[in-house]
């Protein structure tokens, strides 16, 4: 019984979004493969849609891309619960703190599928300066067409003009605050320059997001995006989310759902843990990096929120959760040339969670000298970096 649930989570909640499989010999095969990614986005959005109706997050604006919800496992809510209010906040944090400093915030979505991020941050008075989704054409195609039949989503591209500033195209949108191109990240020179045509300007600080995007591609082309976005914006936050160390069983039956699927991890075996997704970013031109796994990320969301969320659905099986959470992570590269404190604030978020928390069994525990660790370990980081030039 718990196999046929495991299986049934990796056949949704594991291929969130979509992500982009690398080019083969046979064109064919690389086009069933393209196909084969695409088809996952419904997967992603179905599941987000079910989420939201149980109460999990609000957003008023997915019921445009996912009508009706359809009943997905507890656990599969739970953890697209952690993945989703996690970006958000780091996203808003960084959003706000780009207001505050008098800058013009500007976000980029690799892969955005039918993500509605940018209507939900329009709605809660946090539209960016630029925001910009990319994704295959057939994805591009699907958003425009639900974007030009709905008048609630159309409205949030008016806020900075009139309608005249606004062009709905099969294939693209364009206007003050949003753009959707269509792009192959494979090609990333091809692509980043059709993104920065939006209007997005390099010097500005810069929030990129990749979700189950870069594990589907080669090391080389993931490496070859990592590089050129570093190099374009020299004050930005890079956030990736991806999952790792499959090598175990419960790895293993998660890709040979995927590999059934006609898609590939393609990427997995050069980032397989914690460690070699950090140093994708620093070894890439980022000035910082970070990785943590979802298992601790869950443990250190609002409390109450999680206590509220565990209460919407009946569920039993904690240890699969925490199974399953193990097995994702989120990534970050930071620059920041303009001196935002993007890094200050980013590694010694990165500190907190390692040193101020231990595991004990199942449970998370509060250790006094793990946050005394952290407090001096911050005021030499902090001492280093007044003295640096």
Same mark, same amino acid.
């Given at each position: ?194 993104? %920065?045509? @939006? =209007?997005?300007?390099?010097? /500005?600080?810069?929030? *990129?997001?990749?979700? $189950? #995007?870069?594990? +589907? ?112 992570? %989120?990534? @970050? =590269?930071?620059?920041?040339? /303009?001196?935002?404190? *993007?890094?200050?604030? $980013? #590694?010694?978020? +990165? ?39």
């Amino acid at each position: 019984m718990r196999l046929t649930k495991r299986s049934h989570f990796f056949h949704v909640f594991d291929v969130t979004e979509w992500g982009i499989p690398c080019s083969t010999s046979h064109i064919k095969m690389a086009q069933h493969e393209d196909k084969a990614v695409m088809l996952t986005a419904n997967d992603a959005i179905s599941c987000k849609r079910y989420a939201v109706a149980k109460g999990y997050w609000r957003d008023e604006f997915i019921k445009h891309f996912c009508p009706i919800p359809e009943r997905k496992s507890p656990e599969i809510s739970r953890g697209y619960f952690a993945r989703v209010t996690a970006v958000q906040i780091l996203l808003k944090q960084f959003i706000e703190k780009c207001f505050k400093m008098g800058g013009n915030p500007q976000v980029i979505s690799l892969g955005a599928g039918s993500d509605t991020t940018f209507w939900v941050l329009h709605q809660e008075g946090l539209t960016p300066h630029c925001f910009v989704e990319v994704d295959f054409e057939d994805i591009v195609k699907k958003k425009s067409s639900i974007i030009r039949s709905t008048k609630d989503l159309q409205l949030a591209l008016l806020s900075k003009g009139g309608e005249e500033q606004v062009t709905i195209k099969p294939t693209e949108i364009h206007s003050p605050v949003y753009h959707l191109v269509s792009g192959d990240l494979r090609e990333i020179e091809v692509t980043g320059a059709k993104i %920065l045509e @939006c =209007g997005l300007d390099v010097n /500005l600080p810069t929030f *990129i997001l990749t979700e $189950c #995007v870069l594990v +589907y591609l080669k090391p080389e082309a993931s490496e070859k995006i990592v590089r050129w976005m570093g190099n374009a914006f020299s004050t930005a936050l890079f956030l990736n989310y991806d999952p790792m160390l499959l090598s175990d069983k419960f790895g293993e039956i998660m890709k040979q759902n995927v590999k059934a699927r006609g898609c590939q991890f393609r990427g997995l075996d050069a980032f397989p843990n914690l460690e070699t997704q950090r140093k994708r970013f620093f070894q890439n031109v980022w000035e910082a990096s970070w990785a943590v796994d979802m298992t601790t990320v869950y443990s250190r969301l609002p409390q109450h929120e999680v206590k509220r969320i565990e209460h919407l659905e009946l569920f039993d099986e904690k240890e699969l959760l925490i199974q399953l959470l193990n097995h994702y992570c %989120l990534s @970050c =590269g930071i620059n920041d040339k /303009l001196h935002y404190g *993007i890094i200050r604030n $980013c #590694v010694f978020t +990165y500190i907190y969670l390692y040193l101020s928390f231990y595991r004990f069994g199942r449970y998370e525990h509060f250790c006094l000298k793990g946050t005394v660790y952290c407090f001096l370990l911050f005021v030499a980081f902090f001492y280093i970096l007044k003295r640096s030039p």
